[in-house]
């Protein structure tokens, strides 16, 4: 929609980018009293949120000691003052009072008891109707006009709109069908700003190990992942990253919590060199307290194949990987089995090797680890340290979280600060 040049179609702020981090930057510049333009290039808000936690929405997690909170992220240290003024107890008391009832899971994670992320995008909806921001649909902003260190318009496919103040919030690059194609870089980068090359994060990750494919869709709990660099000259260099929780195998890899968790470090080691990943599947017990209950197995069932034992503990389909990479005989019988053989059992169960060829494409990414560049942000009000009337928020600058809701809360928390500096 196309805007005149006289006074009253200057909005207080343009909002660009109607995702979680647009729409909280809106609500709040609105509430506060500002005349507020939303604008978005789909025909539809925040397509993204309504697939977040598999349309169940992990909309935060109830980490509520900060210093412990920002240890979830890539650059987490600069959300802190963010956190500290609209932090997930913040972010819970808002959906409540606004009539969206939550409930907390495993591992803290928020969800909105209906498990229905239409339900955050509704309310989302009414609260920036109720605050009378006026949204644009269907309308991709294609270029920023500045002068000096103000911009003074933006350029739409049909148009242009005018504000004093501007935030960006179009998202990182991944599942770009979406809406978040990558191009707010480039309207960042226009304007002076530094991008941190963009690279896919929590991203299923490409093993090289054939033998993956015979345990799709077998997914673990509590496992212990560790990841090496190969090439680091020192045994104590090698160790990069340890993680703990759900691994889903799939045809070429692994996916699930823990694996996505260490997929943007896995990234950046694989440009550097060989890596190893690690598993421990029994990592609350040592190598002596594994032994002794395999030992306590193989004496009660003296009669039966290693290969029934192990599968009385794990899906059959593990056992025999696990017992081909030993191997051992997978029939040879309790009763016969050496010390020697069992001692390789158990360094097996407690160090299953992988070796990552790659991490998955954006296309499958759930959010993006790079972006504007943090030096050029001030953490107090996601302001701009260049252009004097722009903001950022949300996945568009340099931090991700791991799974969790973590980065739903960090587009809620920038979005509001954001709203709330651009107020001022
Ligand atoms: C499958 C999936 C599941 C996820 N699940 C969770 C979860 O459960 N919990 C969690 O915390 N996080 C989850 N995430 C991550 C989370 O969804 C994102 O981090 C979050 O949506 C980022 O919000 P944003 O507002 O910064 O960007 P986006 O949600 O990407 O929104 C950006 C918006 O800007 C618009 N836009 C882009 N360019 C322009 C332009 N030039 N002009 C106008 N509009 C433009 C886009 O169309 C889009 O609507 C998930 C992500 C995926 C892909």
């Not at 025909?43 to 977040?52: A, D, N, S, V």
């Not at 809620?412 to 709330?420: E, H």
């Amino acid at each position: 929609m196309p805007k005149g040049d006289t006074k009253k179609d200057i909005f207080d702020v343009a909002v660009i980018g109607a995702g979680p981090a647009g729409m909280m930057a809106a609500c709040t510049a609105a509430r506060n009293g500002l005349r507020v333009v939303l604008i978005e290039k789909n025909k539809q808000l925040g397509k993204k949120l309504l697939l977040t936690g598999n349309g169940r929405c992990n909309l935060t997690n109830a980490e509520f000691n900060l210093r412990e909170l920002v240890k979830n992220y890539n650059n987490g240290e600069f959300l802190f003052h963010a956190f500290s003024v609209f932090g997930p107890k913040e972010a819970i008391n808002f959906f409540e009072k606004l009539g969206l009832k939550t409930k907390v899971e495993t591992g803290r994670r928020v969800f909105p008891k209906s498990d229905d992320a239409e339900e955050v995008l509704d309310t989302l909806k009414k609260y920036l109707a109720d605050n009378k921001v006026h949204i644009i649909y269907d309308s991709e902003v294609v270029d920023v006009s500045f002068k000096g260190n103000k911009i003074n318009k933006l350029l739409l496919k049909s148009g242009e709109i005018k504000a004093k103040k501007y935030i960006l919030c179009t998202g990182g690059k991944s599942y770009s069908l979406t809406g978040s194609d990558g191009f707010g870089y480039k309207l960042a980068e226009k304007t002076g700003h530094t991008i941190i090359k963009p690279k896919p994060a929590l991203a299923p990750i490409t093993v090289k190990e054939g033998w993956i494919k015979n345990l799709q869709g077998i997914s673990l709990k509590d496992v212990k992942v560790t990841v090496f660099q190969n090439n680091l000259p020192t045994q104590a260099g090698k160790k990069q990253l340890q993680e703990e929780g759900e691994i889903l195998f799939t045809h070429f890899g692994i996916s699930g919590p823990a694996a996505l968790n260490i997929s943007g470090k896995v990234g950046n080691l694989l440009e550097k060199g060989e890596v190893k990943i690690c598993f421990d599947l029994f990592p609350l017990l040592n190598q002596e307290q594994l032994l002794k209950g395999i030992e306590d197995m193989l004496k009660k069932y003296a009669n039966k194949t290693i290969k029934n034992i192990l599968s009385a503990f794990m899906p059959e389909r593990l056992a025999e990987v696990l017992l081909d990479i030993t191997g051992l005989d997978k029939n040879k019988i309790a009763n016969n089995m050496s010390k020697i053989e069992k001692g390789i059992i158990i360094k097996t169960l407690k160090n299953i090797e992988l070796t990552p060829e790659d991490i998955s494409g954006f296309e499958q990414a759930i959010v993006t680890r790079g972006g504007i560049s943090l030096k050029e942000i001030d953490h107090k009000t996601m302001k701009s340290k260049i252009i004097d009337n722009l903001f950022f928020a949300g996945e568009i600058i340099d931090v991700d979280g791991k799974t969790g809701g973590f980065n739903l809360q960090m587009c809620w928390s920038t979005g509001y600060l954001a709203g709330r500096s651009a107020a001022t």
